[in-house]
């Protein structure tokens, strides 16, 4: 037990900078040079942990010994401090995906409008897509093209693989768009739900149940050192 407890010490924070890694790279289709080091060391650390769980869990490496009590009484929150900041991260991602997809299922059945093309700049999987459109005499602009976007990004609209399944529209062509009934202002041409977003909503589900049980573990050896 002592083995497993040691190694998962080591294998769930790896396994969480992978996370990390994968979704800066989904959102990022054209990454910047300080952004490739940042992915680089994030792929490092977690390849590091899980590696190093790796080698505790076969016997390779022995466990952390266990720590006298006086110094589990002095620092022993420590790991609650990392796992508690991790399991706040995999939250605010997990609730952010979740309102993604919840969001993209509501658009579907939004009021739909006619709306013209006034700006497609295309490069590889990014974009920059303007469109106007009028609801009840009011003209309106927007520049979302699916729920996977990232509307302000100077690099445009991310979102352009929500268009894979159909050519891209240019400039002066006539589109379909849907818009909030509430608000008018907001309004997306795809309202497919993003497989990004949806991958990584199962994906991060385990890993918080997995965050909150070793939570739970550390949290009780601070609170109790001696047991």
């Not at 497993?4 to 890694?21: C, E, K, N, Q, W």
């Not at 995906?97 to 709306?115: H, I, K, N, Y």
């Not at 991958?199 to 047991?227: G, K, T």
Request: glycine share 8%; aromatic share 10%; charged share 10%.
């Amino acid at each position: 037990m002592l083995r497993v407890a040691s190694a998962l010490r080591y294998v769930l924070p790896g396994i969480l900078f992978l996370i990390t890694l994968v979704s800066t790279l989904l959102r990022t289709p054209s990454p910047e040079l300080w952004q490739w080091v940042h992915s680089l060391l994030l792929g490092a650390a977690g390849i590091g942990f899980i590696g190093h769980g790796v080698l505790i869990l076969t016997g390779r490496v022995p466990p952390s010994p266990a720590r006298p009590t006086t110094r589990r009484t002095t620092g022993g929150f420590a790991p609650v401090l990392f796992i508690g900041c991790w399991l706040l991260f995999l939250s605010a991602l997990f609730l952010n995906a979740g309102r993604t997809v919840v969001t993209a299922l509501r658009s579907q059945s939004w009021p739909q409008a006619s709306a013209l093309i006034t700006q497609a700049d295309y490069v590889g999987r990014s974009c920059d897509l303007s469109y106007t459109y009028a609801v009840k005499g009011a003209s309106f602009t927007g520049h979302r093209t699916g729920w996977a976007t990232s509307p302000g990004n100077r690099q445009g609209d991310v979102d352009c693989v929500a268009l894979r399944d159909q050519p891209r529209p240019q400039v002066g062509e006539m589109i379909q768009v849907a818009y909030n009934p509430v608000d008018p202002a907001q309004a997306v041409y795809r309202t497919t739900v993003p497989p990004t977003t949806t991958f990584m909503l199962v994906a991060l589900f385990p890993f918080l149940v997995m965050s909150v049980w070793w939570l739970r573990m550390v949290w009780r050896d601070a609170v109790n050192p001696e047991q």
